[in-house]
Nanobody, 120 residues
Framework: QVQLVESGGGWVRPGGSLRLSCVAS????????MGWYRQVVGRQREFIAT???????DYGDSVKGRFTISGDFVNKTVYLQLNSLKLEDTAVYYC??????????????WGQGTQVTVSS
Protein backbone atom coordinates (compact mmCIF):
# COMPACT_ATOMS: atom_id res chain seq x y z
CA GLN A 1 0.00 0.00 0.00
CA VAL A 2 1.01 3.59 -0.65
CA GLN A 3 -0.09 6.42 1.60
CA LEU A 4 -0.32 9.95 0.26
CA VAL A 5 -0.60 13.03 2.45
CA GLU A 6 -1.43 16.42 0.93
CA SER A 7 -0.89 19.84 2.45
CA GLY A 8 -1.04 23.47 1.41
CA GLY A 9 -4.70 24.00 0.62
CA GLY A 10 -6.62 26.99 1.87
CA TRP A 11 -8.43 30.18 0.93
CA VAL A 12 -7.11 32.69 -1.57
CA ARG A 13 -8.48 35.64 -3.49
CA PRO A 14 -8.83 35.53 -7.30
CA GLY A 15 -5.46 36.12 -8.92
CA GLY A 16 -3.62 34.74 -5.91
CA SER A 17 -1.34 31.76 -5.54
CA LEU A 18 -1.04 28.60 -3.48
CA ARG A 19 1.41 25.73 -3.34
CA LEU A 20 0.26 22.19 -2.68
CA SER A 21 2.54 19.41 -1.49
CA CYS A 22 2.10 15.66 -1.37
CA VAL A 23 4.37 13.08 0.23
CA ALA A 24 4.20 9.36 -0.46
CA SER A 25 5.06 6.69 2.09
CA UNK A 26 4.68 2.96 2.50
CA UNK A 27 5.48 0.69 -0.43
CA UNK A 28 6.99 3.45 -2.54
CA UNK A 29 9.29 1.29 -4.63
CA UNK A 30 8.00 1.19 -8.18
CA UNK A 31 6.37 4.63 -8.10
CA UNK A 32 6.59 6.03 -11.61
CA UNK A 33 4.13 8.91 -11.66
CA MET A 34 2.71 11.41 -9.19
CA GLY A 35 0.12 14.02 -9.93
CA TRP A 36 -2.96 15.99 -9.04
CA TYR A 37 -6.66 15.84 -9.74
CA ARG A 38 -9.50 17.95 -8.43
CA GLN A 39 -13.18 17.45 -7.83
CA VAL A 40 -16.20 19.61 -7.19
CA VAL A 41 -19.26 18.04 -5.58
CA GLY A 42 -21.53 16.66 -8.25
CA ARG A 43 -18.86 16.60 -10.95
CA GLN A 44 -16.35 14.07 -12.18
CA ARG A 45 -12.81 14.15 -10.91
CA GLU A 46 -10.71 16.30 -13.26
CA PHE A 47 -7.12 15.67 -14.26
CA ILE A 48 -4.83 18.59 -13.38
CA ALA A 49 -1.21 17.56 -13.84
CA THR A 50 1.21 14.67 -13.65
CA UNK A 51 4.96 14.24 -13.31
CA UNK A 52 6.84 11.03 -14.07
CA UNK A 53 10.14 9.55 -12.96
CA UNK A 54 11.37 10.16 -16.50
CA UNK A 55 11.05 13.93 -15.95
CA UNK A 56 8.01 14.32 -18.15
CA UNK A 57 5.01 16.43 -17.21
CA ASP A 58 1.51 16.85 -18.54
CA TYR A 59 -1.30 19.29 -17.74
CA GLY A 60 -5.03 19.53 -18.10
CA ASP A 61 -6.19 22.18 -20.54
CA SER A 62 -7.92 24.24 -17.87
CA VAL A 63 -4.68 24.90 -15.94
CA LYS A 64 -2.01 25.10 -18.64
CA GLY A 65 0.11 28.20 -18.21
CA ARG A 66 -1.15 28.83 -14.65
CA PHE A 67 -0.21 25.72 -12.66
CA THR A 68 3.20 24.09 -12.45
CA ILE A 69 3.94 20.58 -11.22
CA SER A 70 7.29 19.42 -9.94
CA GLY A 71 8.08 15.90 -8.85
CA ASP A 72 10.90 14.75 -6.58
CA PHE A 73 11.08 11.00 -7.02
CA VAL A 74 14.05 10.68 -4.69
CA ASN A 75 11.98 11.96 -1.80
CA LYS A 76 8.68 10.75 -3.27
CA THR A 77 7.16 14.22 -3.12
CA VAL A 78 5.16 16.18 -5.65
CA TYR A 79 4.34 19.86 -5.62
CA LEU A 80 1.72 21.87 -7.46
CA GLN A 81 2.18 25.63 -7.78
CA LEU A 82 -1.16 27.30 -8.44
CA ASN A 83 -0.92 30.82 -9.89
CA SER A 84 -3.50 33.24 -11.27
CA LEU A 85 -6.22 31.40 -9.42
CA LYS A 86 -9.80 31.76 -10.59
CA LEU A 87 -13.12 31.24 -8.85
CA GLU A 88 -13.59 28.07 -10.88
CA ASP A 89 -10.40 26.57 -9.44
CA THR A 90 -12.26 26.03 -6.18
CA ALA A 91 -12.30 22.29 -5.51
CA VAL A 92 -10.88 19.49 -3.43
CA TYR A 93 -7.45 18.70 -4.82
CA TYR A 94 -6.32 15.07 -4.65
CA CYS A 95 -2.80 13.77 -4.91
CA UNK A 96 -2.37 10.66 -7.02
CA UNK A 97 0.47 8.20 -7.39
CA UNK A 98 0.92 5.33 -9.81
CA UNK A 99 2.95 2.31 -8.85
CA UNK A 100 3.98 -0.78 -10.72
CA UNK A 101 2.84 -3.62 -8.49
CA UNK A 102 4.83 -6.82 -8.01
CA UNK A 103 2.58 -8.61 -10.49
CA UNK A 104 3.53 -6.04 -13.14
CA UNK A 105 0.19 -4.26 -13.14
CA UNK A 106 -0.08 -0.51 -12.55
CA UNK A 107 -2.15 0.70 -9.61
CA UNK A 108 -3.27 4.21 -8.77
CA UNK A 109 -3.37 5.50 -5.21
CA TRP A 110 -5.15 8.57 -3.83
CA GLY A 111 -4.66 10.99 -1.00
CA GLN A 112 -7.47 12.23 1.22
CA GLY A 113 -7.69 15.58 -0.55
CA THR A 114 -7.09 19.19 0.39
CA GLN A 115 -9.58 22.00 -0.11
CA VAL A 116 -8.70 25.00 -2.25
CA THR A 117 -11.18 27.87 -2.10
CA VAL A 118 -10.90 30.89 -4.36
CA SER A 119 -13.24 33.73 -3.45
CA SER A 120 -13.28 37.45 -2.95
Amino acid sequence: QVQLVESGGGWVRPGGSLRLSCVASGKIGGLYAMGWYRQVVGRQREFIATSTNRDTTDYGDSVKGRFTISGDFVNKTVYLQLNSLKLEDTAVYYCSAKRLETNGSPRQYWGQGTQVTVSS
